[in-house]
């Protein structure tokens, strides 16, 4: 057994660091507060590859896996995590399903442009009214001829509705099963198709640097080889995105629990009460010392998760771990890390306060630590 990262990947790591600290940090506060999308980050991020961290050279990836993301999930989130959910959701909601899923076809019309960053796509499951309880997915998709018409909306789709959004995968009942059931297929929606409708962003939280949109779909036709893989498979494909895509949030909250450690440090050192700066008193550094234990006990968590899922061994009980615990600690770290600063935690121009904004969707996107319970219960059994 051994932790210890590959020098290919420490050199990863580093770079995107330096990436989140040089480029990132100096812009983002100022988007996060006018609620504008981060382009010119998104093209630099796209320059260094990140887009194609796991996907194959054959159409244009790093030749990565899945846990080389997340590292660098882990390093932007350190420093922003609306940059970091953009990339996430880029990669394991938007191009993931097709890299996945997609016929030869698929993917050569769409990979190359969302690898390399140019483009974006959004993963629509979620619905006003259907959101942990997926499987009663309320969208159809009716064919009609060569066309599928779909019909329907989703709710909170991330990346759906920037300038540079190309598609959307959306899940829709397409039938139903001999035994009643409804039966759930996943289809491509290039923007701009008639009758797909993007509602303006919504006023978040959190996350206010990143784009999420309620979408609509009003008889909306794409042609029938749009379908994403067999017909019927939409609920099996849909766990698989959301099971990987748990590794990647946990990552995701894994940087933003060590944010909160290196923005506490930093402040403990300089901020001085009672004659002495307040990092000599043993409830800070306790504080401190339990912060970094979440943090790194979190990260191992998804290390592991990540090392059996690119092991080819069951990891759907693991992944859930590492996402319910790590949302965990990080709503903690950024509530103590806030304590830490005190008044100036409050003030939105400290990154504490936008590490507690943007901590508590950990808890709720990619399944509600209630569902990551569920996951867990059943798998042992239960
Ligand atoms: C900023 C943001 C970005 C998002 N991005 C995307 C995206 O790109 N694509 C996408 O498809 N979705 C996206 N989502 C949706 C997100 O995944 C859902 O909000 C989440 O899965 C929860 O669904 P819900 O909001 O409908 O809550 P509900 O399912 O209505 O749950 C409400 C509460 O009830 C609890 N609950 C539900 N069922 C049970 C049960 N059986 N037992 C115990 N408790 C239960 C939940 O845990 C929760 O606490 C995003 C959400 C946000 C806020």
């Given amino acids: 057994m051994d932790f210890r990262l590959t020098e290919e990947q420490e050199a990863l790591r580093e770079s995107v660091r330096d990436f989140a600290r040089e480029v990132v940090a100096p812009v983002i506060a100022e988007h996060y507060e006018k609620h504008t999308f981060p382009y010119e ?59 996945r899923f997609g016929t030869e076809e698929q993917k050569a019309q769409w990979l190359p442009k969302l690898i390399s960053g140019e483009a974006l796509a959004g993963f629509g499951l979620t619905e006003p009214g259907v959101g942990s309880d997926a499987g009663g997915t309320q969208t159809r998709a009716v064919l009609d001829g060569d066309e599928w018409v779909i019909n329907g909306s989703k709710a909170f789709i991330t990346n759906s509705g920037t300038d540079i959004t190309t598609l959307v995968t959306v899940t829709a009942v397409t039938g139903t099963r001999p035994d009643g ?10 923007s701009g198709t008639p009758g797909f409708t993007v509602a303006p962003g ?69 901020r001085h009460a009672f004659g002495q700066p307040i990092g000599n008193y043993q409830a800070i550094q306790f504080k401190i010392a339990d912060m970094e ?43 103590e890390a806030t304590q830490i600063h005190g008044g100036y935690g409050f003030m939105n121009e400290y990154p504490v306060a936008r590490f507690w904004r943007d901590s508590k969707i950990l808890e709720i996107g990619e399944g509600t630590s209630e569902v990551q319970r569920m996951v867990i219960a059943r798998d042992l059994g239960l």
Avoid at 71 to 86: G, M
Avoid at 181 to 190: A, D, H, N, R, Y
């Fill in 293 to 335: 234990m979440r943090a790194h006990t979190a990260r191992l968590a998804y290390y592991d998760a990540a090392a059996r899922m690119l092991a080819g061994e069951p990891f759907k009980r693991q992944a859930a771990i590492a996402k319910l615990h790590a949302s965990t600690i990080a709503v903690d770290n950024a509530r």
């Fill in 202 to 270: 919504y006023s978040k939280v959190g996350w206010n640097a990143s784009d999420t949109h309620e979408l609509t779909f009003d008889d909306c036709r794409v042609p029938a080889g749009n379908l994403l893989g067999e017909r019927g498979r939409g609920f099996a494909q849909f766990l698989r995105i959301l099971d990987e895509g748990r590794i990647a949030i946990a990552a995701l909250a894994v940087g933003l629990a060590q944010g909160c450690v290196d923005e506490s440090l930093k402040y403990a050192r300089d």
């Fill in 181 to 190: 059931s409804k039966e759930l297929s996943t289809i491509i929606v290039p």
């Fill in 41 to 99: 980050v998104v093209r630099q991020m796209g320059k260094m590859g990140l887009f194609g961290l796991p996907f194959s050279e054959e159409y244009g990836g790093m030749g990565g896996n899945y846990f080389t993301l997340c590292l660098a999930l882990e390093e932007l989130a350190r420093v922003d995590s609306s940059v970091a959910i953009t990339l996430e959701a880029a990669i394991s909601l938007g191009a993931m399903p097709i890299y």
